[in-house]
């Protein structure tokens, strides 16, 4: 029985149920269950199917009507979303996949069938929330959760991801994985299956263009997820979007994309189209200015992933840097036990930055809003003061003459001192057991008011406003050789650009230009998305 050298034996492509010929002759019936995946499945006899455009010569096939199938319990029926031209092109073995296990009616191509008509499913199952699958990056998720707010649908879908872009940056805090390697289509439906219910906060991004007369044109509004970006970041965000615009047949694969974003950083580097931000934008967090320091980009972050994976505000680092710096100098320390200007480079190694405490023990330093800028340095590195030049600590971080001013503010060196080179002659030696991590070093300064911040939550209501020295500042974050400079957590965050000349923004990857404006960033609500409820290791 089933043994013949040839094409023999039936096979259900519902449930899977394989059967000899024979054997399915002496059974009277067989029942479809619909395989293991019976809740996600929509059941052909549920479907009722029509024809348009016909007329037009463009004839398709679209989902008429849908029933509730009574024979399924905790019938979540599921849709997915693919596009093609995300990351690695996986989209379309995923889609072939899918077709095989469940109905292929459920299974659209974004390039093909808009998000709009395919939601707009949801519809005719008004009784029943359906769950939502999108295969692809950050920019596809969003654009299916701003379709979801044009449609107002009575029950809004659960979202889940199958992340095949290249930063996905949503999918990994939901835990969904940095990126698709290759897992078994029955994996992923198992895993949507058992996803939990989270809330995620949505943004709504508002630019308004003053015009002639001072007469305001209309706003632009924007929805942002994950995080919204003006200066060093967003440059090389646009300069990618544009090259991918031009010749998309060399941005097929992952790995080749963020060696392009390599690329277009170090460009940057050298570039430094954003100099001096600080000096073209003001910023409100709650309608309270902030006094920036010298920056080269910003970012309202509202998930703790960015830049492709990188948790840029976690609260060990926020602790650990609090509690190193209480225990690097004493308030009380002996200025006196201070080692002389000829034995500093001979100890710069052992040499750790002075606290924010013993700072405003010997007199005190300006501060800006809730950020101190320039905390002293003192016995990171030495100097020379003729040629300018920097060593390394050990650590190895380097310290340039970009960053005098923070040097100037430490009121443990005095000017004579600064002018003979003596930096190490009025900085006390730290005990031992005090040397900090390499996450307090940032180009010279510390966020010294980095413990009074509360963690990062992506349902709390709150955004959390980060700023960046340059593009190498970047590049440093995202190996763990720098901490961002964090300014503080806010529930509405406004942005005013006074420059005459464009400045680079991008929201949740989508990059754009934008003219002297005022941008304001508000709660908009929140989305239903699946977490996994076990992340990928």
Request: proline letters at 7%; one cysteine or more.
């Amino acid at each position: 029985c089933g043994a013949e050298p040839r094409l023999c034996d039936l096979r259900c492509v519902w449930c899977h149920l394989t059967a000899h010929e024979k054997c399915l002759g002496s059974r009277a019936t067989i029942d479809c269950d619909f395989g293991a995946h019976q809740s996600l499945v929509i059941p052909p006899y549920t479907v009722s199917l029509k024809v348009v455009g016909w007329r037009t010569g463009k004839r398709g096939v679209v989902i008429n009507e849908l029933s509730v199938p009574a024979d399924v319990r905790n019938w979540m029926p599921l849709l997915i979303l693919a596009n093609p031209r995300s990351g690695g092109n996986d989209a379309q073995l995923l889609m072939r996949a899918f077709r095989s296990l469940l109905n292929p009616v459920q299974i659209f191509d974004v390039c093909e069938t808009s998000p709009e008509s395919v939601l707009d499913l949801c519809r005719l199952l008004p009784a029943h929330r359906c769950r939502v699958l999108v295969c692809g990056g950050d920019g596809t998720v969003g654009w299916v959760l701003s379709t979801l707010d044009k449609l107002n649908l009575p029950l809004q879908p659960d979202i889940a991801i199958c992340p095949l872009g290249t930063g996905n940056d949503l999918a990994r805090v939901l835990g969904w994985g940095s990126g698709y390697t290759g897992e078994a289509p029955e994996d992923i439906l198992r895993d949507v299956e058992h996803a939990v219910l989270t809330p995620l906060d949505r943004w709504k991004i508002t630019v308004g263009r003053p015009g002639l007369l001072s007469l305001h044109r209309p706003l632009k509004t924007i929805h942002m997820n994950n995080y919204f970006g003006i200066g060093c970041d967003a440059v090389v965000t646009l300069n990618f979007h544009k090259s991918r615009e031009s010749r998309p047949n060399l941005f097929t694969n992952r790995i080749f994309n963020k060696a392009w974003y390599l690329g277009y950083g170090a460009k940057d580097v050298l570039e430094a189209r954003c100099r001096n931000l600080h000096q073209k934008i003001e910023l409100e967090m709650d309608g309270v200015r902030v006094e920036l320091p010298e920056l080269e980009g910003i970012i309202v972050i509202n998930i703790n992933s960015w830049c492709g994976g990188v948790p840029i505000w976690t609260t060990e680092q926020i602790l650990s840097t609090g509690q190193q710096q209480q225990q690097m100098v004493s308030p009380s320390s002996d200025v006196s036990s201070i080692p002389s200007s000829s034995s500093a480079k001979s100890t710069a190694a052992s040499m750790r930055p002075v606290s924010t405490a013993a700072a405003n023990a010997t007199g005190g330093q300006r501060t800006v809003g809730s950020i101190t800028p320039s905390s002293s340095i003192a016995g990171d590195s030495s100097f020379s003061r003729d040629t300018g030049a920097a060593q390394d600590n050990s650590d190895g971080v380097v310290y340039h003459d970009d960053y005098d001013v923070a040097r100037q503010h430490s009121p443990l060196i005095s000017p004579s001192q600064r002018s003979n080179g003596s930096h190490y002659s009025s900085a006390p030696s730290p005990p031992p057991q005090a040397s900090p991590s390499k996450h307090q070093h940032q180009h010279g300064r510390k966020d010294s008011n980095a413990s009074s911040y509360g963690s990062a939550s992506f349902s709390d209501g709150k955004l959390e406003v980060i700023g960046l020295y340059s593009a190498l500042h970047i590049a440093r974050l995202q190996i763990s050789l720098a901490d961002p400079l964090r300014l503080g957590q806010a529930k509405s965050v406004k942005i005013t650009i006074k420059s005459s000349s464009p400045l680079p923004c991008q929201a949740d990857g989508e990059p754009w230009e934008q003219s002297a404006s005022v941008i304001n960033i508000t709660h908009a609500g929140q989305a239903r998305m699946l977490t996994r409820s076990s992340a990928p290791s």
